[in-house]
């Protein structure tokens, strides 16, 4: 991979990250400011109770999500910097830039991502 390459996946990679970290912010504020008891009188239906737990439980999924990609982000990031971007953690192979177009932050060659996926350890 040559430098004009490495340079645009680290573009796009920061770009996802500023992504990843306005949506964090906004599921965060949304969640922090959803009414949690009766206040507003949101809470005295318990079809109300429902849909603000199953809110709350849902935002809090996105979050964990969200956060493990922006972690997946982070790490492809300081191998750019390390030098070792772009290389498969299963097989040591060089991960074909048509998958790292798709998934910059990818971990793994397709090989080794299906065996992964086959042997369900993703």
Known sequence: MNKEQLKGFKA???????????DLNHLHDSTINQP???AG????DEVDKA????SRSFNFNMVSNKQEMLSEIDRAL????EGS?????GC???????????KPFARYCIKCAERLEEEGLR
């Open 92 to 102: 040591s192979a060089k991960i074909p830039l048509k998958r790292l177009k798709a």
């Open 78 to 81: 300081d191998l750019i910097e």
């Open 12 to 22: 796009k990679l920061l770009e996802e990250r500023q992504r990843l970290l306005g």
């Open 51 to 54: 849909d603000a737990d199953y």
């Open 36 to 38: 949690t008891d009766d």
């Open 41 to 44: 009188g949101r809470g005295s």
């Open 85 to 89: 971007y772009g290389i498969c953690d």
